[in-house]
């Protein structure tokens, strides 16, 4: 059973756009803080940026400015809006709960380079 499908990612350029869209599943997305993660070649799963039900958002220090996330609660989906991207940015973005994330989806690759 799919619970969180994750699109939107892609080849860009350093300085470019892409805007993220994770659906999750009601049971998942419904009254829970949401977070975007992301993770690179050798490196650990990192929280990008949270949302919680009511709105309230925060963001990893390098992304601070450069990223917005927000959610629909009407199609459970969360985004996330990634402006100014840089070539450190590449990886593999994924969403889940904030607290005690469960199973994870396959994410979605972004990739920044010239």
């Known amino acids: 059973q799919v619970q969180l499908v994750e699109s939107g990612g892609g080849l860009v350029q350093p300085g470019g756009s892409l805007r993220l869209s994770c659906v999750a599943s009601?049971?998942?997305?419904?009254?829970?803080?949401m977070g975007w993660y992301r993770q690179a070649p050798g490196k650990e799963r990192e929280l990008v940026a949270s949302?919680?039900?009511?709105?309230?958002?925060n963001y990893a220090d390098s992304v601070k400015g450069r990223f917005t996330i927000s959610r629909d609660k009407a199609l459970n989906t969360v985004y996330l809006q990634m402006n100014s991207l840089k070539v450190e940015d590449t990886a593999v973005y994924y969403c889940n709960k904030f607290f005690r994330p469960g199973s994870w989806g396959q994410g979605t690759q972004v990739t920044v380079s010239s």
């Open positions: 009601s049971g998942i997305f419904a009254g829970n803080t």
């Open positions: 949302i919680s039900s009511g709105g309230t958002a």
